[in-house]
């Protein structure tokens, strides 16, 4: 089992509209455990863009995926996805975007991935269910905990502006992200 490449014939999730109430929201006034250390408060951060991508949750060499995972539509890929926003991080950066993933599991159990795979951006730790709750994000259970359909939030002056929903394939969750970017840049005040 690659945790790295996505299998042929994943099922394709399908826009069930769990996301369609989030645009216009603002963030609230929570603070994250960041892999880099510390908490992060989205809702704080200077003005400008962020992207958080939201995910299930990403495997670890050597242990077995849920029973049925590559069944569940949007589930496999995370490990893809987390690599396609460490491979196009300059262009983030280039643009003034930061950038964060965000999941339900541990701050200790994200911070092993981030070394593993290094993530140059802070993965953050929803596991008490604060910013799910807070913004209805959409999620579903695969035998454990709650867990994050997969989805891209694009954030300007702490306002959601944009959704990306469902994501696939996750592999291509960056480029995704960074089109939508380019294609919607911020204007220049004169």
Not at 147 to 176: M, N, W
Request: charged share 15%.
């Amino acid at each position: 089992m690659s945790l790295t490449e996505l299998p042929a014939g994943l099922p394709v999730p399908q826009d069930d509209g769990l996301c369609r109430h989030l645009p216009g929201l603002m963030l609230p006034p929570i603070s994250l455990a960041s892999t880099q250390g510390g908490t992060v408060a989205l809702s704080a951060l200077p003005p400008g863009r962020i992207v958080c991508f939201c995910y299930p949750m990403t495997g670890r060499p050597g242990v077995a995926l849920p029973p049925g995972w590559d069944d569940i539509p949007g589930a496999r890929g995370c490990t893809p996805q987390a690599c396609s926003f460490r491979d196009q991080i300059a262009e983030f950066v280039r643009l003034g975007v930061l950038v964060f993933g965000v999941s339900t599991q541990s701050s200790d159990y994200q911070r092993e991935m981030a070394e593993r795979l290094h993530l140059s951006y802070g993965v953050l730790s929803d596991e008490k269910l604060e910013l799910v709750n807070a913004l209805s994000l959409p999620t579903f259970s695969a035998g454990g905990p709650a867990l994050i359909k997969r989805l891209t939030l694009i954030v300007r002056q702490g306002r959601i502006e944009h959704v990306l929903y469902p994501v696939f394939p996750t592999d291509r969750s960056a480029e995704q992200t960074l089109a939508w970017l380019k294609a919607n840049p911020i204007a220049e005040s004169t």
